[in-house]
């Protein structure tokens, strides 16, 4: 119990001054207010700058060739969800490679497999199984040109590589073929590897069928640059970090203009 007059710590510390948040609210909308024409012209010349650069720089054209992975038709494909999500992943790899590349530049003047590589990006959509090949160049025909013209380099090599693996089973069987007859094998037995043969035969003529080539088509629209959407961007850029560095200044430099 205290005397009259006496006071506690708990009210000692119930009347000290609490920190007062209008008055914080109040001195950065004072240092906005006062900095308004600084701000307003660092995001008109930000923005028109953004804008004049954007109009001045060569259009680009992006267009979109696709290939869908169907159904495994042969014997050497896995429909396991797994295996399929590795085999496009193998796929998009593939479609960078020197090789794919040095065959689309074949089929197209002027172009090379190093100035394709600086042109051609891949994209793999797993959930439709299919891989999707962009390019970009200077004019739409020659963006989808050169889309076109990898897709179909890569289909050429897959199906040849496709073909070389039914060939060598082919083969392998009919050596296997031969042993058989060689120690008297049984009819059905005889039967059934002239069967599979029959099968790969089939196979070796529809390989490379399971992928399907949707052609890109030339871009009605520049991909870049956009100047509208370049300047809308910059005008939010530039205002945003115009107010950060104003505030930013008015803590590290105090002012002696209010009471506080």
Known sequence: MTERGETTPAGLRSRQPQ?????????????????????ALVVIVTTA??????????NTYKATATIVFQTATTPFASTDVGTRQRELETFQRLLGTREVLQAAAGE????????????????VDQNADIIGVSAFAKTPRGAAGIANAVAHAFKARQTQTERDQLVAAEASLRTQLRFAQARG??????????????????QVASAG????????????APYSPRPVRNGVLAFFAALFL??????????????????R
Request: hydrophobic content about 45%; cysteine-free; aromatic content about 2%.
């Open 19 to 39: 920190p007062d948040e209008p008055i914080e609210i109040r001195r950065s909308l004072d240092a906005l207010r006062r900095a308004w024409k600084v701000i």
């Open 49 to 58: 700058a953004v804008v004049a650069v954007s109009v001045i720089l060569p």
């Open 108 to 123: 197209i003047p002027g172009e090379t497999a190093d100035s394709l590589d600086k042109k051609v990006s891949s994209s």
């Open 185 to 202: 094998a049984s009819v059905q037995e005889l039967n059934a590897i002239n069967g599979t043969l029959a099968d790969l035969s089939i």
């Open 209 to 220: 069928s399971d992928l399907e080539i949707v052609p890109a088509e030339p871009p009605s």
């Open 242 to 259: 115009g107010i950060v560095a104003v505030l930013a200044r008015d803590r590290l430099v105090p002012r002696v203009g209010n009471p």
